[in-house]
């Protein structure tokens, strides 16, 4: 799995910011064949029945989870940046490797204990995961576990998730 997405990357460099090497895996999205195996892979490593909803974080993580949730059955539920979502939300800012942000769920987005398979397609600092893993448990979510197609494992996301499970298909 980790050769098929590392084949699929393409590295953008200066984006968003000078300094910034972007990993864009858009081209892994756009082949059919390989992301139904990246899909099928995250599905048979967690189990179809692990889970009751798979939350995606905006905005790569939303094509992932709507994917898997497609193929499980199961229910999708967008983690988004402020402002973005109508009702009432939980919020969360953080730390990104080049700047803040926010992100949002609904209030109501999970019943009490839930079980979520949270989503997005690169780990890098863990600010964005950590921000969307508390929102799911304030939310009344429980965590099932968390996967990301690529982890930049030289940023040390992984370690500031404390003792969550992390599952990458591809680490860098």
Known sequence: ???LVAAQV???????KPGIAFKDLTPLFADGPAFR????GIVAH???DSFDVVA???????VLAAAI???TGTGVVPIRKAGK????????SYALEYGEATLEVHRDAFGAGQRVLVVD?????GGTAGAALDLVERAGGAIAGFTVVMELGFLKGRERLESRPVHALLTV
């Open 1 to 3: 799995m980790a050769a």
């Open 46 to 48: 967690h189990g179809a």
């Open 121 to 125: 397609d690169v780990l890098a600092t």
């Open 85 to 92: 979502l109508p009702r009432e939300t939980f919020s969360a």
């Open 69 to 71: 949730a497609y193929a």
């Open 56 to 62: 995606g974080i905006e905005a790569r993580g939303f």
């Open 37 to 40: 195996e990246v899909v099928e």
């Open 10 to 16: 393409v590295d953008v460099p200066d984006f968003p």
